[in-house]
C-alpha cells in the first residue's frame, strides 16, 4: 500500500483487496458481507422505501461538513421525507488516481461516524478508480433502505387547501459554507453547514400526532425549487410570509454582498413540512427549539407560490433555471 491511489487500486487484484480491508472493511457491521456481490438482509415485515443519490461537491471537506457526511446524510434524509426509518446504505466510491490515502481515511471515518448518528448500516459497495485528472478527488453513491413508519402517505396528493407551511430551521447556510470554502472567503465567524440527519425531526413529529402532509428536503434549489414542486404537483397555490422565513444575519448579509437570494441557496439538514391547520401548533412546539418557523399556508388552486413581502406587497416566487451554485451536493 502507498500513501496515494493508484489505478492497480481498482484493479480487482491484491492492491484493491488491501485498500478494501485496510480502509472500507470497518465500515460494515456484518465484514462477511464485503465477501459477496450483493447484501441479503433480514427485514422486519412492513412497507420499504428506496432511494439512491451521488454526490460530486467541492470542495470535499468544508465548514461542518464533508463529501462523506454529505452522502450518508442526504440519502437519509430522502427516506425520512417520506416517512421511512433509514436503515441500510450502500456506498460507491470513485477515485482518483492520485487522491491522498490520509484525504480518503478523514472521509472513510466521517462516513463511519454519520452512519451511527442516522442509525443506519451500511451493507454492500463498490470501489472503483479513474486515471489522474478524471474524477476530482472522489465521487460518492449511496443507496437507502428505510421502513416506513408513517401511517398515512406522505406527499404533495396529500396537500389540501388551508394547510400550513413549516420550515425546520434556518436556511441557506450550507450554501454559504460550500462558497465560502470555494472561493476562499474569510467569514468571520466561520458559517458552517447545516448538514444533519433530519429523521429525529419526523420521528418526534409522528410520535406526537403531527399528520404530516408533505415533506420536502431543502437541497439544490433551496425553498424557492421545494415549493414551486409542491405546488405545481398539488395543483394548489402556496402563500407565504417572507418575514417569517428564518434566515441568519451572517447568511442574510453574505447574500446581500454577493446578489444572491437565500431563498434560493441549497441547504442539507433543512425541511419544508406542510401539516393541517389543527397541527401547526403541535409541529411549532417542536420545530422553534431548533429554529424552524411557520412560514405560510395553501391556498386554492394554481400552480404558483406566492411571496407576500415586509411591505406588504406579493410577487411570485420562482426558482432559478439552471443552478446558482454547481456542484454543493
Partial sequence: MSERIRLG?????????????????????DPKQLLQDAACLDLPHGRLAFTTDSYVVQPLVFEGGDIGRLAVCGTANDLAMVGARPRH????????????????????????????????????????????????????????IGLLESPQPIGPAA????????????????????????????LQP???????PLWPLVQRLLAA????????????????????????AANLELQVEESAIPVLPAVARCCDLL?????????????LLVVPAADRQAALALLEPLGGA????????????????????????????GELLPRIC
Fill in 9 to 29: 487500486h481498482g484493479g480487482g487484484g491484491t492492491l484493491m483487496q488491501a485498500l478494501i480491508d485496510r480502509e472500507f472493511r470497518r465500515l460494515y457491521a
Fill in 259 to 271: 446578489g444572491f437570494e437565500p431563498l434560493h441557496l441549497a441547504n442539507e439538514g433543512r425541511c
Fill in 89 to 144: 446504505l450502500s456506498l460507491g466510491l470513485i477515485l482518483e488516481e492520485g487522491l491522498e490515502l490520509a484525504l480518503l481515511r478523514r472521509l472513510v471515518t466521517s462516513i463511519a461516524a454519520s452512519a451511527r448518528e442516522c442509525g443506519v448500516t451500511i451493507v454492500t459497495g463498490d470501489t472503483k478508480v479513474v486515471e489522474r485528472g478524471k474524477g476530482d478527488g472522489i465521487f460518492v453513491n449511496t443507496s437507502g
Fill in 159 to 186: 396537500i389540501r387547501s388551508g394547510d400550513k407551511l413549516l420550515v425546520s430551521g434556518d436556511l441557506g447556510r450550507h450554501g454559504v459554507a460550500i462558497l465560502a470554502a470555494r472561493h476562499g472567503l474569510d
Fill in 209 to 232: 400526532g403531527v399528520r404530516l402532509h408533505a415533506l420536502r428536503d431543502l437541497t439544490r434549489g433551496g425553498l424557492a425549487s421545494a415549493l414551486q414542486e409542491l405546488s405545481t
Fill in 294 to 321: 411557520w412560514i405560510g399556508a395553501v391556498g386554492g388552486p394554481g400552480q404558483r407560490v406566492l411571496l407576500r413581502t415586509p411591505f406588504g406587497s406579493e410577487r411570485l416566487l420562482v426558482p432559478l433555471s
Fill in 190 to 196: 466561520p458559517l458552517a453547514s447545516d448538514c444533519a
